[in-house]
């Protein structure tokens, strides 16, 4: 039984990883640290939890953190990267659900998150946490860095297509649509229910900040070639769930899509491939660590429309930590991760 | 046409009153008042009005509000028991859609709102804004206070039967349910699209600020008698409409409910009392500015049961102030508010 | 490990049962069977059981289902009837989650549910599967008539009041709402998103089937007293979730009802008590087999009112059923039912 | 005055030409028909409309129809073909908003629809109901063919810049999102609250019915030339509102395609042109005939995306049908549609 630690666990992400973890059969959250709200029990601020996890908010110091044997990110970009070093020093895993380590350029990532880094030195040291193409590095990784919750739909559903060098990398379209959590706990005008519920909307056209990281990650995938993307992420009105329609055009018409799906992720024990015909829903993996994945050619033309649905708190965030986190510790990977979604 | 400025049009009953009186044969809006939002186009703020209103924010001035033949104050409580005075001086008529002269004992009203009341000579001047129960003081007023959104339903609900003397008033229970939209347009957590969809909940069961407003209305439909009410406030899910559940106990068995209520509001432009056996839903109302009541009684018993459904926007408070509008100047009754309920 | 059948698993009961037993440490369906779908794999009727739970359809024979330990029916009322007469005489438990079995006066069941009911003899065998009541007779019973969504969140709100002999039994009132889940998952108009969403209603104020179940039990608790009971049933836009809100008056005022409740649910696992001045909210049971009870008695009077969340489809059906089971079988009382509900 | 006639007023879009036609000036429903719901007050069907509109359903028959200036099918695809030509007869105008007469190519449509067209002579007199591509034509038409939901968001967002001649014709794509309304009134189990709400899901990418609408209407805004269209829809769990994301790439780099728009649509009174850099949202057109538009080139590159919304049953359906009917009678165009949308 390992001990886990979270800091910022009164986000999204962190209560979802306070309550996939209280079920994990070799891991025990011993700390949780929020500098707002110390000394007040976690069941306070999320009821779900009451008789289920008696932990209380303590302030984060590395005594408490040094004793774990992995602690988890759940905050805002811009924290991991002022605690990592110490933390890693003293011989404790991270595994980061924020920003702070996805991007290898540090310059791009200053553009984008409009703040310096102030841990350039340890970017290299990061392994992008995505087991369905990192696997290995992942296993030996001492500091993961969480994939975003689009780009881990984008990137599953490239994967395929871009090491078999089938489709045009120059033209590749993803449009996403993400449920409400993906913009998590903070107090706003702009999600509040009158103002969400009942409404659909694209945002960020012009520019996103998970467009440089979908972009860095195809490009390993392509070995390196350039690879162009139009990402066009749209809220919908519910709380959980992710849902990408990817475009791109095929170069070699003669491949079969259903069955490069099917062999590719035959052995993933969280990506299923749908059979063909079928279309997959968000709800289907509502609280669930599944990516579920249809492909189509409409009338068997060059267009390849890709299907994939996750939900944004599991396989998109606190659920892909814990898949990375049973893999580095030598766990069943599919530890703690098998309860089915919540359907209805 | 009459000129009409609102102050504070930032809030979700100053927008339903733009959408309502864009519409309006004999008003036309004028000037339209924010602190924050100066000097910005209302269609800016709310892309719905794009092409129907024109108007752009302005600073509150006297000069402005004094040229409108009647002021809407669409504020937080508080507001316009500052500046009503001067409005009212300048010979302008003012409709008062805040809680700040609703409560005609000022000493009961600071307890509850927490603040002192700085206009404590206007309160005997403001007439209580429930056409159904005052409409002819509200003819004659020149400053109406508009009933809250719980208070109509619970009034509208139990009118007929105070008036009628069947029912014991010592022990009336009014269970009430209410979209988001009835919290404002403030950034906070407790009314994120995550924290309210997908669930329901009582609360502020132990005390409601609309609890001693209706316990009044009560009284004075009931002449001056002592009224017990218990009222137990829920949260929807959904952004407009309320539902009000109505218990009380029949003094007298031989009453016919079904005729009572027919009988009463059969005249009433916005009170539709539905054939027996038939239930209100809240999406009959959305939008529009009837109020739809159905009254049981379970195998017959003592125990009378009256549904009432309203838009907690309309109805509720925008609607009611140009229906009260319509009264003070002479229109017709209905003039602005005909539209049907949009469904689905 | 036991092997468990279930009749009638393409609706929603069923669906939640097989959600819950795929996690359960000590039981295993060996069996599911639906008439219409007969070889068609379940993870095909409910895509989130893809990848979990690889069962397909069958007939429902006797030889079957003679092999279960235990068989759970999810049918329509009507079915079990019919069968299980025979599963009993193979020496294999019945745990009913239909409405065959909960009411121990024949004549009075059927004229509430419109037939004739086909096992008159089998009704005293039956017990009532609310364990918070009757755990000492749930261990020892062959069949189990598990309470119906609503009764069970009305008589765990009241159990400690009527126990303590505290209040008016005359005068209960029992204000319901539930999620559209509760309806089935058949094809109708009145429960499609376009008819439901964004609405609000009550249904069923002049009788509803679960008025008779309630009064019984009620009457249970009140050692066989005289119970009067109104019940008003309302239809929430949620798909899991029922918020039952109870108004009755209090005979004894010194009672102390926050640990009058505190006391009564101390040792029960799956009743929480919240701390007082705390509202229960839906959404904290979603998925999980916790009733979770706020008890009030607003300004201090002789009203008291008790808040109850439970989800209809596990504590108000299928956890509950896997609770008695649990009993029946001499497990942990917990087992297969320890996760925590789905938040946000 | 006019008299207007509703074949199958039952469903959603028949509901939506009642609500709106209420408040048209110049227009006034005298007929409504449905074969099951004869004898029945429109208003115990939808109870918004309950003491707005008294008419009483009737069977379909000439003598009726025939007092009629226009006559209104909000059928099911397949019934106004077999009664058009007795009524067109009868010197009766006639607005289709079924897809009968959408599908130049008799062939075609009887491939798409799976059933012979049995009108096939007056396809060619039908007129496309599209005001802003088909103004003049609508204006002298005896008989108009509207436009499907999602086939005017498509057309409308890509009509600039096909006129224009600026993008690749042969590589569009249309990934469009619709409110479970559009799948009408019928009883089924796909579009039970509890299959849809919280979810979201593509469908029909293999092929739908509304692909070869939009491919002929494109085709023609491009004089005939050749268009190649991928078209995904996808199933929103909201009740009203369709957002289309278009993708093209431009063959011209120099267009400025935000003024291209802008001067496009500048004198269309229902289509608005959001200034740069803001995104339409669905609820800004709730219940309105308005369509709102913007259009971005994501990094100033080849590829241009526009965002359209329109309310699926006002200017996707009935909205639209009713400004046919008011260019083709002489009316204001607007008149009757005038209404903001609901917000919030």
Redesign the interface.
Known sequence: MIKVGIVGATG?TG?EL??LL??HPQARVTVITSRGEQGKPVADL????????DLTFSDPDLDTLGACDVVFFATPHGVAQSMVADILALGVKVIDLSADFRIRDADLWEQWYGQPHSARGLISQAVYGLPEFNRKDIKSASLIACPGCYPTSVQLGFLPLIEAGCIDLE?L?A?S?SG??G?G?????A?????????????A???HRHHPEIVQGLGDMASGKSV?L???P?L??????I?T?L?A?LTDLSVDVQALFEERYKDEPFV?V?PA????????????N?C?IAV?R??G?K?V?V?V?EDNLTKGASGQGIQCMNIMFGFPESAGL???????
Chains 1, 2, 3, 4 share one sequence.
């Open positions: 999204y209560v306070l309550r209280a079920g999320y009821p779900n939890l009451r008789g289920i996890v033209d379209i449009n649509a409400v959590s913009a706990r903070q107090a706003s005008v999600n509040l229910h009158t103002e969400v519920s009942d409404s659909f909307k694209a945002y056209v012009s520019g162009g139009t990402f066009v749209h919908l009105p519910i709380n959980r769930g849902h329609t475009y055009n299923d749908l015909g079928r279309y997959p829903e968000t709800r289907s993996v509502r609280g669930s599944y579920r189509q409409p009338q033309g267009k429309v299907l649905v098998t309860a089915a979604a919540l359907l209805p």
